[in-house]
């Protein structure tokens, strides 16, 4: 897999070189808060997703990937990685696969043990990656709330993706952000319970439609999960939020969206 990387001077594990991609200033503030928030959590961060509400999250998540398993050992580029949570999902419905996970954190990377190609370097910057190169493209757990710019990295996406290939998208929904200020909202980890927080944005499926049409992505299907997330965390709850998220999306925490893209490709 080594040959679709273009050298852009991200650092990838096992290397001993670093080059520092400069970004805009507002996407820099992002990425040293996220940078320090995740270094912060990472020891702690698969012990806060291990109890059986975090499972059920799992198998909804997991339904939403079967898309994956139609695709021949396919090239799985994970945005956001962190440990590799999203890989274990993604390999259950596919274990041919062959994977690549970018992440800002190097201290939830060192915990990435994962059979592939790992990468330290900031979601907005996907240029080590040839045009192209890859199957899929996810970005679980509301990843695509972390970034201020995700009209371009969707673009991206596009990009990086072969004619026909599919990206999976998921986002903080916009009517549970009650803490949004000018579009971005205080977030922090399920279980964590530090006065520290990252910057996010979140999205409703409309929204999320429209920026994925607008990269050159169809959408596919779409999907709502975590009604009770973080309030009443029992699974007869769950059972309630699933009737809940499917008549009302937008009730839910967690919005995602299966695109793919066209076989005229991306201009």
């Known amino acids: 897999m080594l040959s679709l990387i273009k050298g852009s001077g991200l650092f990838l594990l ?11 200033v507002p996407e820099r503030m992002w990425s040293s808060h ?10 702690e ?3 806060m997703y291990r109890g059986s509400w975090s499972q059920l999250e799992n ?45 800002i954190s190097e201290e939830m990377l060192h915990l990435c043990t994962v059979d592939g190609l790992r990468v330290q370097g900031d979601m907005n910057d996907l240029n080590f990656l040839r045009s192209d190169a890859v ?4 970005l679980f757990y509301t990843t695509a709330s972390y ?17 026909g290939g599919y990206a999976y998208v998921s986002a903080l929904s916009r009517p549970r952000a009650l803490g949004q200020r000018r579009g971005v909202l205080d977030y922090r980890s399920r279980g964590d319970s ?21 990269a050159g992505l169809e959408f596919v299907s779409g999907s709502a999960i975590n009604t009770f997330s973080g309030r009443l965390e029992r699974q007869c709850f769950w059972r309630i939020g699933e009737v809940a998220a499917k008549l009302v999306p937008q009730v839910s925490h967690t919005i995602s969206a299966v695109f793919q893209r066209t076989r005229r490709g991306v201009s």
């Open 34 to 43: 996220h940078r320090r928030y995740w270094n912060q959590i990472a020891s």
């Open 14 to 24: 096992g290397s001993n070189t670093t080059k520092k991609v400069a970004l805009p």
């Open 147 to 163: 970034t201020p710019d995700l009209r371009g990295l969707m673009a991206q996406v596009a990009r990086v993706l072969k004619p």
């Open 194 to 214: 530090s006065a520290q927080s990252v910057p996010a944005r979140a999205y409703t499926m409309r929204s999320l439609r429209k920026i994925g049409r607008g």
């Open 135 to 138: 199957d899929v493209v996810t």
């Open 59 to 103: 198998d909804a998540v997991a339904r939403s990937l079967s898309f994956l398993a139609e695709v021949r050992k396919p090239i799985v580029l994970d945005v956001g990685c962190g440990t590799g949570l999203g890989y274990k999902l993604a390999h259950e419905v596919n274990p041919e696969l062959r994977y690549i996970g970018v992440d």
């Open 45 to 47: 961060y698969d012990a």
